[in-house]
């Protein structure tokens, strides 16, 4: 059993910028993914980061604004989210998964942290 822990979440201005945190428990690497809810919307692929980190993916939606990267060492994911708007506003949520195939669809992966509220102002 994987135990993943999100941190980072806050309020921010548009245009501003934040980094999160997907912490995972234990010694092993997972390919690592993150999506997001707003309220009232469908859970949606944001940005995937393999287990050695050398490949990632993003939504089109994000590319360019967010960049991901892990540090093995510390078992922990690191999305982090520039030119933020207001659209950006949603749960945040780091899940875990055994490889990467399939890396945009949600049932790829096995464990899901608990989120983190993220609210852009306008």
């Known amino acids: 059993q994987v135990q993943l822990v999100e941190s980072g979440g806050g309020l921010v201005q548009a245009g501003g910028s934040l980094k999160l945190s997907c912490a995972a428990s234990?010694?092993?690497?997972?390919?690592i993914g993150w999506y997001r809810q707003a309220p009232g919307k469908e859970r949606e692929f944001v940005a995937a980061i393999s287990r050695s980190g050398g490949d990632t993916y993003y939504a089109d939606i994000v590319k360019i604004r967010f960049t991901i990267s892990r540090d093995n060492a510390k078992n922990t994911v690191y999305p982090e989210m520039n030119s933020l708007n207001p659209e950006d506003t949603a749960v945040y949520y780091c899940?875990?998964?055994?490889?990467?195939?399939?890396?945009?669809?949600?049932?790829?992966?096995?464990?899901w942290g608990q989120g983190t509220q993220v609210t852009v102002s306008s």
């Open positions: 899940a875990a998964a055994q490889h990467g195939a399939g890396w945009s669809y949600d049932w790829i992966y096995d464990y």
């Open positions: 234990g010694r092993s690497s997972y390919f």
